[in-house]
């Protein structure tokens, strides 16, 4: 079997100490984020990118993932012993682990979420080994109308399917394109959108998007409010959950492993709506669901692995397509882009050390996150005493030089400030910045996968719709956007007969 | 209903959407069009400027229509102090070295917090400073300037 000659080979490359001190850096610094209310993976990642670029790309993209699917594990902490969701994805698990941790049971709820996250962490590794080549090798046979059209219905799901508002989401997608174009054209080697400005007549930097939308928007936003969480602390008796626990908690982590694998590898959904999607599945399930809401170990077990489960899955259609389906994600393709490997179907066999060295690398790091958390839990809760004014400074500084040198150019820190503002103005509106980063990743590839599509077909539109691929691709997006927009109207012309009869 | 657009949420959206689509539409005229078969360089930025008009539109006449207002107050300050920030330590990094440069951008930082402890940022200040020489002189290898008398 290759699979097997395969994963010794990913596990010879993640073994190396150098990339093992990263993936335990990574998962650590994970962790603590997680732990950490208001600084979450995409803050973190945003700040790291500049840094990983003077790394070599393998251990780079190790500690990148590392902090992912790291922070989810950390998550579950604060939520079950505070009630206090250091991450989106773990506000579900505030409701019953918080019980649980009320009722005493603090401790099997942190078993329980960890190991069902280890579970999850397993098949959602094994998933992206399994699916990952023959996916790749099918995308490998891609002309540019697939192409174009593979990308049009990521960038549509990602938007729609995303929680918020859509209509907003898919400007944001636009305005990410946009965005995309500034640089030289490749084809006429003419300079658009680059103001007069000679740096950005390469492009506007990755990093630079990356930090201003997502760090300094975030910082800014955490900034407005005065109000200090309280910080309470409860005492760990008894981490070992009973065997009824382990029973009960079982079939729950099997079914959101499930749920989680799904969301994941789909873009726009990820690991929130995954865990919450894991809640509602268990309370139906459940034969007295009464009990959700006071402490039932199923609303612990069964979100706590969705969540992880989509922290891996996430990476099937990134590595293998080079189509990214969340912001995280786009940040980890930007990893790639700017060590200079062009993402895509053709990195599984151009660079099989980097793919199969960081599925191997993911399984290790979630072996290291049970052993980190569990025993660690008590320390990891110190954390929460650091208050939120040494933290930020201290990430603006990293966010800084990191971009400094990247071009070794200060222009790159004003064109920060200046996506900082948009960034901000942006969070401010409600104008979600993940659908952006998503349309100016995947900007420079969709005009050229557009043009050649075009030039194939001679200018014929049709191109999209006679090749099969390519057809249900767009089958497929108008599908999102019609079933995202009919409840939409349903709902309307309800409230339209409400108030008519009323 | 009182019209008030200065805090309406979605009419300020789709005034940002279509602002940055006409200057996009605006600037693209310059880059040749080409036809479908042979894209010009103003091709796709101007298709994409248009929907992204188009999409704006939409939203501000939903705004105006709604009238929901932006959720809390705005961070100005903290926002100016902290773009200030990157930018003054853009511009001191070439003149002064890499120390004093994240010296000042820490203090201009931490002024946009509530609070403000002289001594507390000092000692943060010179910890973490250490912390950015030891990641990025000792641990990658940069090559920049720590010093004016470096120069």
Redesign the interface.
């Known amino acids: 079997m290759e699979i097997f000659s395969n994963l010794i080979l990913g596990f010879q490359v993640a073994l190396s100490l150098q990339n093992l001190a990263y993936c335990f850096l990574g998962v650590m610094v994970g962790t603590a984020i997680g732990v950490l209310p208001g600084i979450g993976p995409l803050v973190t990642i945003a700040m790291l990118l500049p840094i990983t670029f003077n790394l070599a790309p393998i251990p780079a993209l190790i500690m990148l993932s590392g902090i992912y699917y790291g922070s989810q594990y950390g998550g579950s902490t604060t939520s079950i012993l505070m009630n206090l969701p250091g991450e989106t994805a773990s506000v579900v698990t505030c409701i019953d682990g918080y019980q649980m941790a009320k009722q005493g049971r603090a401790g099997p709820a942190l078993a329980i979420a960890a190991v069902g996250s280890f579970f999850a962490g397993c098949v959602g590794t094994l998933l992206i080994a399994l699916f990952g080549p023959p996916l790749a090798e099918a995308a490998l046979k891609f002309g540019a109308p697939e192409y174009f059209a593979l990308m049009l219905m990521a960038l549509v799901a990602a938007a729609c399917l995303s929680s918020g508002d859509m209509v907003k989401a898919l400007a944001m997608v636009v305005f990410g394109l946009l965005m995309g174009i500034i640089g030289t054209d490749v084809n006429s080697g003419m300079a658009r959108f680059s103001f007069g400005i000679s740096e950005l007549t390469d492009g506007m930097g990755f990093t630079v998007v990356a930090v201003g939308l997502f760090a300094v928007s975030e910082i800014v936003k955490n900034l407005e409010t005065t109000v200090q969480g309280e910080i309470f602390t409860s005492k760990i008796k008894n981490l070992m959950p009973t065997l009824a626990d382990l029973k009960s908690s079982f079939w729950p982590i099997v079914r959101g492993t499930a749920v989680g694998s799904f969301f994941g590898a789909l873009p726009g959904t990820g690991p929130a709506i995954s865990a919450f999607s894991a809640y509602m599945v268990e309370k139906k399930m459940a034969k007295d669901p009464s009990r959700f809401g006071k402490g039932a170990i199923e609303g612990v077990a069964g979100p706590e692995s969705a969540n992880n489960a989509a922290a891996q899955c996430a990476f099937i259609p990134t590595l293998t397509l080079g189509i990214p389906g969340s912001g995280v994600m786009a940040l980890m393709l930007g990893a790639l882009t700017i060590q200079g490997i062009a993402p895509g179907p053709q990195v599984m066999t151009a660079k099989p050390d980097l793919f199969w060295g960081l599925i191997a690398s993911m399984w290790l790091g979630n072996l290291l996150l049970v052993v980190l958390n569990l025993p660690l839990v008590g320390m990891w809760v110190q954390l929460l005493k650091i208050p939120y004014r040494w933290l930020f400074p201290s990430i603006i500084m990293f966010c800084a030089v990191g971009n400094y040198s990247i071009n070794n150019s200060p222009m790159d820190l004003y064109l920060v400030a200046i996506m900082g503002i948009v960034g901000y103005i942006l969070m401010k509106l409600e104008c979600p910045p993940a659908p952006l980063i998503l349309g100016f990743v995947l900007g420079p590839l969709m005009e050229e996968n557009l043009r050649r599509a075009l030039l194939i077909s001679r200018g014929d539109p049709t191109v999209f719709f006679t090749r099969p691929i390519s057809l249900s691709f767009m089958l497929l997006s108008a599908f999102v956007l019609i079933i995202m927009i009919v409840p939409q109207m349903r709902k309307k012309k309800e409230q339209a007969i409400h108030e008519g009869g009323g | 209903m009182k019209l008030d657009l200065v805090n309406n949420?979605?009419f300020?959206?789709g005034l940002?959407?279509i602002s940055?689509g006409a200057i996009?539409f605006y600037?693209?005229l310059d880059?040749?069009f080409g036809?479908?078969?042979?894209?010009?360089?103003g091709y796709?930025?101007r298709v994409?400027?248009g929907?992204?008009m188009t999409?704006?539109l939409?939203?501000m006449i939903?705004g105006i229509k709604s009238g929901e207002k932006?959720?809390?107050?705005?961070?100005w300050k903290?926002?100016a102090m902290?773009?200030?920030?990157?930018?003054v330590?853009?511009?001191l990094?070439?003149r002064i070295g890499?120390i004093p440069s994240?010296v000042v951008?820490?203090f201009l930082?931490?002024l946009?917090?509530?609070?403000f402890k002289w001594l507390?940022?000092t000692i943060?200040t010179v910890l973490?400073t250490a912390f950015?020489w030891a990641?990025?002189i000792w641990g990658?290898g940069?090559p920049y300037r720590l010093f004016w008398w470096d120069y």
Do not use: C, N
């Open positions: 949420k979605d300020l959206a940002l959407m940055v996009a600037m693209a880059y040749p036809s479908a078969l042979r894209m010009g360089p796709f930025p994409l400027a929907i992204l999409f704006g939409y939203v939903r932006v959720e809390g107050a705005w961070g903290a926002l902290i773009t200030l920030a990157f930018v330590f853009g511009w990094m070439d890499m994240l951008m820490f930082a931490a946009a917090g509530h609070q507390e940022v943060l973490m950015a990641v990025f990658l940069l």
